[in-house]
């Protein structure tokens, strides 16, 4: 494992306690000044030496109010801090009062405090050596005769102290590291059996969005039984189903990275309405059987605008779902959701009449790994709960009464509270807003705003030219001042963002001639300019509203008839993506595993092979190994070779790379993306 990343988990681990750590350092280090001083006088005492420490301590008590600029650091400065205080204080202070029992102690201390504290047995060890070369070394330099006083017994008592601290330190580390991959393993599993079948609905579903034409005049000879309603219906029916499935695929996403880290990033924040959010999840919770919804009740007297992530939400809900409905067999088991608002903070609660709760065990509830002694529960579900709602800044809580009834208490703050400003504050360092237009005003309004909230801000002049290079992925919000575009270039502007999540703002001015009429899609974006603070009260809005694409696609660009190669065990994705590359003028072979692959490629040639990264008999990274290596396949070993994965972490990324992979794609992929992916690599 390299350095840098030592430091870093080094760090995590010990962050939650780094105030207490830098609290007892700032008081402490000026405080034993005068105890060994005036006290219980030693020989020697170093007072700049001690400030120069507490200095080094201070920043832990205040981390929380330190500059960006020293967060970038923070690492660095956390074991160069520990590696000073701790190991080169004391023992250079030991050394310059001659190995006084009273500094040999306070370094078997400073041992101890720098193994529980650094917690990497090999960053202890280096810091450490370190450190102790650096005190002996300055000793020598200032009082020469390092070793008045020095016994060769006191080696062994330190090197006893150090190895045996290390030892049960790295115990303990293997055992929270051990519980940390099972929960990572666990997610794991979790998304594999999820994405398998999520990725075969998907390919169906856009199989039948291929086969399915605009409307009846694409059939000239009207063979098909089905009215131009029936066909919209059908359409629209399939893309709220793709829909649904990215949004699983998006709730995968956020419970990986969100064990991995172990906390919750507020990156993905906006504005979410909890009626929606709690009807979305009884409407979409796996009940085992149809009478089971008939037992949740939900409860609304007005709907609350909150601010948070809606499918972290969607599955606290699901998780206090299952918990209840573990009981379900009890007589009148019901589930009771309620939604009221109190001050400045809506209250949620759920409540079941199940087995319920010891008081005893009540407060373990949330903790990590704690199972109440359900069968096949993991004790992760509660405790990530938790996680999320304490993200939102607000607070979960349990009652119950055994054998009578649980409820759970969510307490969440609104959209306009303080805390919630603070959090839209932090977050706008992070977003990126571009700005089309030429009215001066508005430009120096943005810009004043963009110092404010450190948010980036992009400009680009009314030209055709700049609006076909527009990445709506690196925006998170497009101002256009649509007083100084004409109709031409606004269509361009709406055709490029159309099937985006991107949010927009469409500034128009009351002393402008030149008026341009909105199409009802874009009414709601419709903002009239009259001064900054309505602008910054529209731009928030926007950058944390979540907006949905029209889901407009265009016609298939036909290509010439390049071949490629599929390689995938999954039949419905092979089915899927092949239709897919034919109907866009491909020519198409496929193969169930990578040896078979290997044998097409020695009796044809094909420009471009889309590989899965894991299959029986032959992985797809056993089979890109063997091309690029093998002189058999001399003819393809330059030839694009695009990696079809369930699961992309950055590790993976680099090591499908590493063995010659040319791109990576997510499966299942959308339509655009798979036909971008393959044609760029063709043109390359």
């Not at 080094?10 to 700032?26: D, K, V």
């Not at 508005?442 to 609006?467: C, E």
């Amino acid at each position: 494992m390299r350095t840098n990343k030592r430091i870093a988990e080094a760090y995590r681990y010990i962050e939650p306690n780094l105030f207490i750590i830098g609290l007892f350092g700032s008081i402490g280090f000026p405080a034993y000044y005068f105890i060994w001083t005036y006290l219980f006088p030693q020989p020697y005492e170093n007072l700049p030496l001690r400030l120069v420490c507490m200095l080094l301590f201070v920043p832990f008590a205040i981390k929380d109010y330190m500059p960006k600029l020293f967060l970038r650091y923070k690492e660095k400065h956390f074991v160069f801090t520990i590696c000073f205080g701790l190991p080169f204080f004391f023992c250079y202070m030991m050394i310059r009062n001659e190995w006084s029992i009273e500094w040999i102690m306070s370094f078997m201390a400073a041992i101890f405090l720098s193994i529980i504290i650094i917690y990497d047995w090999l960053l202890i060890l280096i810091s450490t050596a370190i450190a102790a070369c650096t005190a002996a070394l300055i000793g020598y330099l200032t009082i020469g005769n390092i070793s008045h006083g020095f016994h060769y017994s006191y080696v062994v008592v330190f090197s006893f102290s150090y190895f045996t601290g290390i030892c049960f330190n790295y115990r303990n580390r293997i055992e929270i590291e051990s519980k940390q991959l099972f929960s990572q393993s666990f997610s794991s599993g979790i998304a594999h059996e999820m994405r398998n079948p999520l990725g075969a609905l998907y390919a169906s579903q856009e199989v039948l969005l291929e086969l399915l034409p605009e409307s009846l005049t694409d059939d000239p000879q009207h063979n098909r039984l089905i009215s131009n309603a029936e066909i919209t219906k059908l359409r629209n029916i399939i893309k709220d189903n793709i829909s649904i499935i990215n949004n699983g695929h998006s709730t995968i996403n956020l419970l990986l990275s969100s064990i991995d880290s172990q906390k919750i990033s507020p990156h993905s924040f906006h504005h979410l309405s909890i009626a929606d959010v709690i009807n979305d999840t009884l409407d979409v919770y796996g009940y085992q059987t149809k009478s089971d919804r008939d037992l949740v009740f939900f409860q609304i007297n007005k709907d609350n605008i909150l601010f948070g992530n809606d499918i972290l939400l969607r599955y606290v809900f699901f998780n206090l779902l299952k918990n209840s409905f573990y009981y379900k067999e009890k007589t009148n088991f019901k589930i009771f959701i309620s939604v009221y608002s109190k001050k400045n903070e809506t209250i949620v609660s759920v409540k079941d009449y199940g087995k319920g709760i010891p008081l005893t065990l009540i407060k373990n509830i949330f903790a990590e790994y704690y199972t109440s002694g359900k069968k096949n529960n993991t004790g992760l579900g509660l405790s990530f709960c938790k996680k999320v709602i304490d993200a939102f800044a607000g607070k979960i809580e349990c009652y119950s009464t055994e054998n009578v009834s649980t409820t759970f208490i969510i307490r969440l703050p609104s959209v306009s509270s303080p805390i919630i400003d603070k959090i839209k504050y932090d977050l706008m360092a992070m977003k990126s807003v571009l700005y089309i237009g030429n009215k001066s005003k508005i430009l120096s309004d943005l810009n004043h705003l963009a110092f404010f909230y450190n948010f980036t801000l992009h400009r680009k002049k009314n030209s055709p030219h700049n609006i076909v290079d527009i990445d709506s992925d690196t925006y998170d919000c497009i101002i256009i001042d649509i007083n100084s575009v004409n109709h031409h270039l606004l269509k361009k502007i709406q055709n490029k963002i159309n099937t985006t999540i991107i949010n927009i703002i469409f500034i128009s001015h009351t002393d402008y001639d030149n008026k341009i009429t909105l199409s009802d899609t874009y009414k709601p974006y419709l903002f009239e300019y009259n001064h900054i603070e309505g602008l910054q009260k529209k731009l928030i809005n926007q950058l944390f509203n979540k907006r949905k694409p029209n889901n407009s696609q265009p016609s298939p660009t036909r290509v010439s008839k390049n071949r490629i190669l599929i390689v995938d065990d999954n039949v419905s994705l092979r089915l899927y993506s092949g239709i897919l590359l034919k109907n866009a003028g491909y020519d198409v072979v496929e193969a169930d595993n990578g040896l078979n692959a290997l044998n097409y490629l020695q009796e044809a040639t094909v420009d471009l092979i889309l590989i899965d990264s894991q299959m029986p008999v032959m992985s797809g990274i056993e089979t890109t190994k063997e091309i690029r290596t093998n002189n058999k396949y001399h003819a393809h070993q330059h030839i694009p070779i695009i990696c079809y994965s369930g699961s992309l972490d950055e590790n993976q990324k680099e090591s499908f790379i590493n063995v010659g992979m040319t791109d990576l794609l997510l499966k299942p992929t959308s339509k655009a993306i798979l036909l971008h992916t393959v044609n760029k690599w063709l043109q390359t």
